[in-house]
């Protein structure tokens, strides 16, 4: 079956560590996306790639870096510079239609823990 | 600036009780409307979605939704609530790639409980 899948499920992580979320999709999609959810707050665009090799920030990227050296995979690194990680990161894809915004699939998320 | 906005934080309705969540939006340009359904723990589950044409727009699990343009509203239905509909449900809007880059943006959520 086609489909996300986010690793690891939990993580937790001490204060200066940084961790990597790990995405991977098979449904053969162009565009990835990182978000972040806290109570309340909805989803926040963290950062997004539409082609292999090429990536753009979004709305909260600071703290954050990405890398998309495959259509398949886009891992989300947080740093140490990210002053409140705690929270859960969902990882997406789409196939826009045209030049249009298409639904967004979602993974199952990863919960960051930091103590 | 494109916005989306879900003024209810949570709702509780009775097992059997028709349900409506609104949504409104603000863009620029002709909307490309979402609903999803997140359960707890759980990634996002697309339940409908508007492009164009008909502005009532039927979904999985017996959802539906009217777009409003003339009132920037996006609301879903539902006639009967089951218990399994507890959840959380983000209406979002996204329009022309161009320099938005194909993102979508999400509302705060809407918690949704259903007593027996």
């Known amino acids: 079956d086609g489909g996300i899948t986010q690793s690891p499920k939990y993580l937790f992580r001490k204060e200066g560590q940084n961790v990597t979320l790990s995405c991977e999709q098979n449904?053969?999609?162009?565009?990835m996306y990182w978000y972040r959810q806290d109570p309340g707050q909805g989803l926040r665009l963290i950062y997004y790639?539409?082609?292999?090799?090429?990536?753009q920030k979004g709305d909260i990227a600071e703290g954050y870096s990405v890398s998309r050296e495959k259509k398949e995979s886009f891992p989300l690194t947080v740093t140490s510079a990210q002053k409140n990680p705690t929270a859960f990161y969902l990882c997406?894809?789409?196939?826009?239609?045209?030049?249009?915004?298409?639904?967004?699939?979602f993974g199952e998320g990863s919960r960051l823990t930091v103590l | 600036a494109q916005s989306v906005t879900q003024p209810d934080i949570h709702i509780t309705v009775s097992e059997g009780a028709s349900l409506e969540l609104r949504c409104n939006y603000s863009y620029g340009a002709t909307p490309y409307l979402f609903w999803y359904v997140q359960s707890p723990g759980q990634g996002l589950q697309l339940l409908l979605k508007?492009?164009?044409?008909?502005?009532l727009v039927q979904g999985i699990k017996g959802f539906e939704a009217e777009f409003k343009r003339s009132q920037s509203s996006f609301n879903l239905r539902k006639p009967s609530v089951h218990w399994s509909d507890a959840a959380e449900y983000f209406c979002a809007v996204g329009g022309l790639r161009g320099n938005q880059g194909g993102k979508l943006i999400f509302g705060q959520g809407t918690e949704l409980s259903v007593k027996p």
């Open positions: 790639s539409q082609i292999v090799n090429d990536f």
């Open positions: 449904l053969n999609h162009d565009a």
């Open positions: 508007y492009f164009s044409g008909d502005t």
């Open positions: 997406a894809s789409s196939t826009p239609p045209g030049l249009h915004t298409g639904e967004l699939f």
